[in-house]
T-cell receptor
Framework: KNQVEQSPQSLIILEGKNCTLQ??????????LRWYKQDTGRGPVSLTIMTFSENTKSNGRYTATLDADTKQSSLHITASQLSDSASYIC????????????FGAGTQVVVTP | GAGVSQTPSNKVTEKGKYVELRCDPI?????LYWYRQSLGQGPEFLIY????????DSGLPNDRFFAVRPEGSVSTLKIQRTERGDSAVYLC???????????FGQGTRLTVV
């Protein structure tokens, strides 16, 4: 069973609107959680990284939240743009070793004019 | 170069053939990771190098897969007797050390026919 579950699987939103993506994880112990953006045909690009002591982190129009008690994270996209169309992947690490990262399957976001 | 470079970007091979995929990490990055991504899925860990040695190769699916990094820089992922199930995008990432920020290449799309 995947230890990182993302929802929704896909999402279509109008340009200019906001949206929120969810990530639930069961990975334990927990070191940090990252959100990546992956454009079609490209490698993932890091948006945010949060440790268990952080509950929010922003990167421009992207804001990530983390509740380490309930093992939930969200990524909020404000005033979406067409260039936000991509897959957003939630990644959880049980320790500082990158090799043990657990990846979610991603949420495919499509922003329409 | 400024980023992680992977070659080739696309590779089509016949079932049973041998393939090599190359990764040029960011200069000075000691850690290098290989991941495999199937369509609609998040990346799956294969192997992680710290310097020249494989620190964790627990993600390699079987003995047909092998990776080297002889000089602690460029890495080659080698797949023997390819099978159709090996078709995927193979992603490489590098970072200055364990944890922290890592940067992905754009991947090599391998198709086994």
């Amino acid at each position: 069973k995947n230890q990182v579950e993302q929802s929704p699987q896909s999402l279509i939103i109008l340009e200019g609107k906001n949206c929120t993506l969810q990530c639930n994880y069961t990975v334990s112990p927990f070191s940090n959680l990252r959100w990546y953006k992956q454009d079609t045909g490209r490698g993932p690009v890091s948006l945010t990284i949060m440790t268990f002591s952080e509950n929010t982190k922003s990167n421009g129009r992207y804001t990530a939240t983390l509740d380490a008690d309930t093992k939930q994270s969200s990524l909020h996209i404000t005033a979406s743009q067409l260039s936000d169309s991509a897959s957003y992947i939630c990644v959880v690490s049980p320790d500082e070793s990158w090799g043990k990262l657990q990846f979610g399957a991603g949420t495919q976001v499509v922003v329409t004019p | 170069g400024a980023g992680v470079s992977q070659t080739p970007s696309n590779k089509v091979t016949e079932k049973g053939k041998y393939v090599e995929l190359r990764c040029d990490p960011i200069s000075g990055h000691t850690a290098l990771y290989w991941y495999r991504q199937s369509l609609g899925q998040g990346p799956e860990f294969l192997i992680y190098f710290q310097g020249t040695g494989a620190a964790d190769d627990s993600g390699l699916p079987n003995d047909r897969f092998f990776a080297v990094r002889p000089e602690g820089s460029v890495s080659t992922l080698k797949i023997q007797r390819t099978e159709r199930g090996d078709s995927a995008v193979y992603l490489c990432a590098s970072s200055p050390g364990t944890g922290g920020s890592a940067f992905f290449g754009q991947g090599t799309r391998l198709t086994v026919v």
